[in-house]
């Protein structure tokens, strides 16, 4: 199984800072990588799909980048509703696996 | 518009088994994949396996063969998983997530708690 590690597990950060979070695969998985933002009692919503590709509805302050191994999700200017849980997961191989999640909390 | 209504929590005794539901809407069942994904709870998520309502092909996350039966009634546009021989480690969230490769469609989830 392809492992998806996350990093930070936890990330303080003030309202309005940028941010980067980082999902690291075991093996490459070229760019079938997505990104999830999880609210408490709430599903899953995707954010890019594909590793950098947009999705429609999600605010343009989400971006991400990376191929290979190595993936990033950016945050241009944290808002307050973007205080959640973010998990990656990929699409190269059977079984699907997701990361353990990074917490996004207010400093 | 897309929307996959899961059925309401369960409270199941050990041992047992429960079926639980996800009904769609908003687009053509038969056409996608039909995927569920375990949620434990301040844990990370599990993908299980899915389900192909146009023909009933499946597949599974070898970590949940003999636990999850996934099926799918195409006369209700209706997946379900059972999942038997419950002990304390099934009680989670279970999601249904209209596939393939990644889930722009969730259902809202049910609770399995597995309790004496």
């Known amino acids: 199984d392809i492992m998806l590690t996350q990093s930070p597990a936890t990330l303080s950060v003030t309202p309005g800072e940028s941010i980067s979070l980082s999902c690291r695969a075991s093996?490459?998985?070229?760019?079938?990588l997505h990104w999830y933002q999880q609210k408490p009692n709430e599903s899953p919503r995707v954010l890019i799909k594909y590793a950098s590709q947009t999705i429609s509805g999600i605010p343009s302050r989400f971006s991400g980048s990376g191929s290979g191994t190595d993936f990033t999700l950016n945050i241009n200017r944290v808002e307050p509703e973007d205080f959640s849980v973010y998990y990656c997961q990929q699409s190269n191989s059977w079984p699907l696996t997701f990361g353990s999640g990074t917490k996004l909390e207010i400093k | 518009q897309v929307q996959l209504q899961q059925s309401g929590a369960e409270l199941v005794k050990p041992g047992s088994s429960v079926k639980i539901s996800c009904k769609a809407s908003g687009y053509t069942f038969t056409s996608y994949d039909m995927h569920w994904i375990k949620q434990q709870p301040g844990n990370g998520l599990e993908w299980i396996g899915w389900i192909y309502p146009g023909n009933g092909n499946t597949k599974y996350n070898q970590k949940f063969n003999g636990k999850a039966t996934l099926t799918a009634d195409k006369s209700s546009s209706t997946a379900y998983m059972q999942l038997s021989s419950l002990t304390s480690e099934d009680s989670a969230v279970y999601f249904c997530a209209r596939g393939g490769t990644y889930y722009p469609y969730w259902g809202q989830g049910v609770m399995v708690t597995v309790s004496s």
């Open positions: 093996q490459s998985i070229s760019t079938n």
